[in-house]
Nanobody
Framework: QVQLVESGGGLVQPGGSLRLSCAAS????????MGWYRQVPGNQSELVAI???????TYAESVKGRFTISRDNAKNTVYLQMNDLKPEDTAVYYC?????????????WGQGTQVTVSS
């Protein structure tokens, strides 16, 4: 099993910043990608940003230039620095990690953290 502990959500005004963190622990042998998805009630979840163990990064077009994803492999932690936040960024943000134990693929999701952008 893998445990994911997320932190850093909250309420912020438009134009403000937040930093999300997600620490992975447990059976994380073969851990590869770590990333963030978000979901608004009634909508499908969408990829926000993802970073592989070798540092390859993918961003959603809507967050490019405003959000920065990074990871600390020694701490098995991924961060999402969110700047210039907009009301449309309001969502529950979920951390997701994946990897491979020998031939078996695995993925795990965090419990989610609410981000609300409002004046």
């Amino acid at each position: 099993q893998v445990q994911l502990v997320e932190s850093g959500g909250g309420l912020v005004q438009p134009g403000g910043s937040l930093r999300l963190s997600c620490a992975a622990s447990g059976d994380i042998f073969g851990l590869n990608a770590m990333g963030w998805y978000r979901q608004v009630p009634g909508n499908q979840s969408e990829l926000v940003a993802i970073i592989s163990r070798d540092g390859t990064i993918t961003y959603a077009e809507s967050v490019k230039g405003r959000f920065t994803i990074s990871r600390d492999n020694a701490k098995n932690t991924v961060y999402l620095q969110m700047n210039d936040l907009k009301p449309e960024d309001t969502a529950v943000y979920y951390c997701k990690v994946d990897g491979r134990r020998f031939t078996r693929y695995y993925d795990y999701w965090g419990q989610g953290t609410q981000v609300t952008v409002s004046s």
